[in-house]
């Protein structure tokens, strides 16, 4: 058996269904704060197997650029919500944003995309910081 580890249900969703679309057989583990797929190795070739850690290995990139979530008191405005970035260094970095804000943009893109979008901007910045300027 072969666990992949998901935080995020929009990611999850879009492995199980890669997984699904093989023919391969998966269920799920809750967890407290994540939620492991398992996959059974049965019918695993080794070039299925590389697809399936690339497929996991940029939707998990995806998904721990950006998470969209409910920030703790010390990092938020009224409503609550935002955004975790985590910085080159690794550093990660709470952003407070409108709850409504983060729901308007997530009507027109993905996580995922939202995540694409942010670490542009973020890898801008710190460079642009790096550079002295």
Known sequence: MLE?????????KRFQDFLTAQGLAWTLEPG???????????????????????????????EQSVQVTNLPQSARDDDGSGVVIQ?????????????EL????LTVITVEELGTLVDAITHAVTRREGAGA
Do not use: K, M, W
Request: proline share 5%.
């Open 87 to 99: 910085l080159p260094d690794g550093v990660r970095v709470d952003v407070a944003l409108p709850q």
């Open 102 to 105: 983060i729901q308007r943009l």
């Open 32 to 62: 407290d704060l994540e939620t492991l797929v398992v996959v059974d190795e049965a019918g695993l070739d080794d070039e299925l197997a590389e697809r399936i850690e690339a497929i996991y290995d940029e939707l998990f990139s995806a």
């Open 4 to 12: 992949y580890v998901f935080f995020q249900e929009t990611p999850r």
